[in-house]
């Protein structure tokens, strides 16, 4: 009898599938974090609590299919990769989702003011860091593909590369958010304390975004080099 489980089903045919459906609903949950930041800057209020709750609603969705796919993820049965290792890309993988939260609480949580000359590097930081979460997405969506040509070959190379293509453009947030805190730097002194420090944690929320993942690249670099 064919199961009526759609996650299960999937993972009849394979363990990856459901990894990425999962990466996504990660990935929808990142795309509304660009609107979100567009709405601080146009101090758009309404706008930007509709953002925050697109995005708290994506991050449980994300959290629903995590936690079913640990249930249902087989013990017993022979997998094409340990499931250890697709435990940890998930969770890898959710973590991308998890910052996105947070950095949307924060920003309604709080009030934020985007600072003369801030603006514009934000965004390019915020939009470099979905593009990168972008990146590790498509890394993702080769797994089928690699494991069926046994994690090797002209799928795999091809893999390698956009591996170290996603740790190029880690790097660029890295730059860009140094670039960014220096503005606010030069700020400092016409700012109150408690804004500056939320403001140092909020760049470093952004730039957690690519952070993470380069992770989850890194993770399957790691399953095609096993």
């Known amino acids: 009898m064919l199961s009526s489980n759609p996650m299960a089903a999937l993972f009849g045919k394979s363990p990856f599938k459901p990894l990425q459906q999962h990466m996504r609903m990660v990935i929808e ?28 609603v994506k991050e449980r969705e994300a959290d629903s299919m995590r936690n079913e796919m640990c249930d249902r993820l087989p013990r017993s049965r022979l997998l094409a990769v340990d ?3 697709l435990l940890e890309l998930l969770a890898m993988q959710d973590a991308i989702a998890d910052t996105a939260q947070d950095i949307a609480g924060l920003l309604v949580e ?8 801030m603006a514009e590097p934000l965004m390019r930081l ?3 860091c979905i593009d990168t979460c972008r990146q590790a997405q498509a890394i993702v969506e080769r797994l089928q593909e690699l494991q069926e040509t046994g994690f090797r070959g ?4 091809g ?5 170290v293509e996603l740790g190029n453009m880690e790097s660029d947030t ?23 420090m939320f403001w140092y944690q909020l760049i470093q929320w952004v730039g957690n975004l690519a952070d993470s993942a380069e992770k989850v690249g890194d993770r399957v670099r790691l ?3 096993r």
Request: charged letters at 30%.
């Open 223 to 225: 399953l095609v080099a």
């Open 126 to 128: 915020v939009c470099r």
């Open 110 to 117: 709080r009030k934020m003011e985007v600072h003369a000359g």
């Open 159 to 163: 893999v390698d590369d956009l591996v």
């Open 29 to 56: 949950c990142v795309e509304e974090v660009q609107p979100l930041f567009q709405a601080l800057i146009d101090d758009d209020q309404e706008q930007l609590e509709e953002r925050k709750n697109a995005i708290f």
């Open 83 to 85: 499931r250890q290792d």
């Open 174 to 196: 890295d730059v860009m958010g140094m670039a960014l805190a220096r503005a606010l730097f030069s700020q400092e002194d016409s700012l109150k304390p408690v804004s500056v």
């Open 154 to 157: 002209r799928e795999a190379s």
